[in-house]
């Protein structure tokens, strides 16, 4: 059973160039979460989707933007970059409707940005 | 402003006696506290829940206890095993329904033989 798979694993952009990291979820899952862990700090939230909606967000600005498609997988768009967007960054998936299981989210390994 | 901290950022503990992790938060409104466990190379993995309305949780050698009126949570792992050794993170939502969680920055753990 395939968990939660994200590409590119690492990358190396520049300042003021944009990235775009993908996550294809848990099968049967339904629900994609973005998390950011900066070096020495524990995983932040940026936003969730679901239903190809965007439903939480976290204290994020609008550079860091996110889409889900219809077979639940989701991307994450970070325009402009700055120095400080380097970071580790971690999908997660659950499912909505098992919310006995609720906030127990399955990661993946994460993608891996330096911006230099 | 760091709602939720480990304030240990290591622990070393010999195989086969207790490891303590704790937790302390900031938030009253918390509803619900986790532990993920995290080693390199890997994403963090869940390992143990408990909701604000209970004081403990047990589930194997993994016991999750909670003190609503200190706000603080610790995670009692009996006996330690080598493959224990991993990055343990605390985490926190205000609500049941959501997939926002509050992490900690952290403890890494090593059990040696």
């Known amino acids: 059973d395939a968990g939660v798979t994200q590409s590119p694993t690492h990358l190396i952009k520049t300042r003021g160039q944009q990235v775009t990291l993908r996550c294809s979820p848990k099968?049967?899952?339904?629900?994609v979460s973005w998390y950011q862990q900066a070096l020495g700090q524990g995983p932040q939230f940026i936003f969730q989707?679901?239903?190809?909606?965007?439903?939480q967000r976290g204290n994020f600005p609008d550079r860091f933007s996110g889409h889900q498609f219809p077979n639940y997988s989701s991307e994450l768009n970070v325009n402009a970059l700055l120095l400080g967007d380097s970071a580790l960054y971690l999908c997660?998936?659950?499912?909505?409707?098992?919310?006995?299981?609720?906030?127990?989210?399955?990661f993946g390994a994460g993608s891996r940005l330096t911006v230099l | 402003d760091q709602q939720v901290k480990q304030n240990s950022p290591s622990l070393s503990v010999q195989e086969g006696r207790i490891s303590i992790l704790n937790c302390d938060y900031t938030?009253?409104?918390?509803?619900?506290f986790l532990w993920y466990k995290k080693y390199p190379a890997e994403g963090p993995t869940f390992l143990i829940s408990?909701?604000?309305?209970?004081d403990k949780n047990e589930d194997g050698r993994f016991t999750v206890f909670l003190n609503k009126s200190a706000k603080h949570l610790s995670l009692h792992i009996v006996p330690s095993q080598p493959g224990d050794s991993a990055v343990y993170f605390c985490?926190?939502?205000?609500?049941?329904?959501?997939?926002?969680?509050?992490f900690g920055t952290g403890t890494r753990l090593q059990v040696f033989p």
């Open positions: 997660a998936s659950s499912l909505d409707l098992n919310r006995a299981g609720a906030n127990v989210l399955t």
């Open positions: 099968s049967g899952h339904d629900t």
């Open positions: 989707y679901y239903e190809e909606e965007e439903r």
């Open positions: 938030n009253s409104m918390f509803d619900y």
């Open positions: 408990i909701s604000s309305i209970k």
């Open positions: 985490a926190a939502s205000l609500d049941y329904n959501t997939d926002k969680l509050i």
